[in-house]
């Protein structure tokens, strides 16, 4: 793995375990989703450069993993979580939006999902399940 992957991969470690904190008390739904997309759209890019693909500025995760290849047919598999948490980039960010606890409760669930199988991808053991 190169050093910028390592280090895209250690930013989506740091968003994981930032999204698991903020779902305890005193809980902060909104960062929760957001961190939980932060987290995924981190490890794709990571899988991206991997791969020699400079990825694209964007917060857009089905866009992301479609540009993986060869594609993952875990990963086609999931591609509503990768929808669900793309919503979460920009607008529980603003007074415009704000994530409840059910919503916070399925973005950690994605999150968790998408992680299981962009790790590996990496070649990278899960350290906190």
Not at 70 to 91: C, F, G, H, I, M
Not at 109 to 119: E, G, H, Q, S, V
């Amino acid at each position: 793995m190169t050093v910028e992957t390592t280090n895209w991969w250690k930013k989506a470690e740091g968003d994981y375990l930032t999204m698991r904190r903020e779902f305890t008390a005193p809980p902060n739904f909104d960062a929760v989703c957001f961190h939980a997309q932060q987290c995924i759209e981190k490890l794709l890019k990571a899988c991206l450069i991997e791969r020699n693909i400079r990825p694209p500025y964007t917060h857009h995760l089905p866009g992301l993993a479609e540009m993986l290849a060869p594609r993952n047919a875990e990963l086609d598999t999931l591609w509503k979580d990768l929808e669900l948490l793309s919503q979460y980039a920009v607008s529980v960010r603003y007074p415009i939006e704000f994530a409840d606890r059910q919503e916070a409760k399925e973005a950690m669930d994605a999150c968790a999902r998408l992680r299981r199988i962009l790790l590996p991808e990496l070649g990278i053991q899960d350290l906190f399940e």
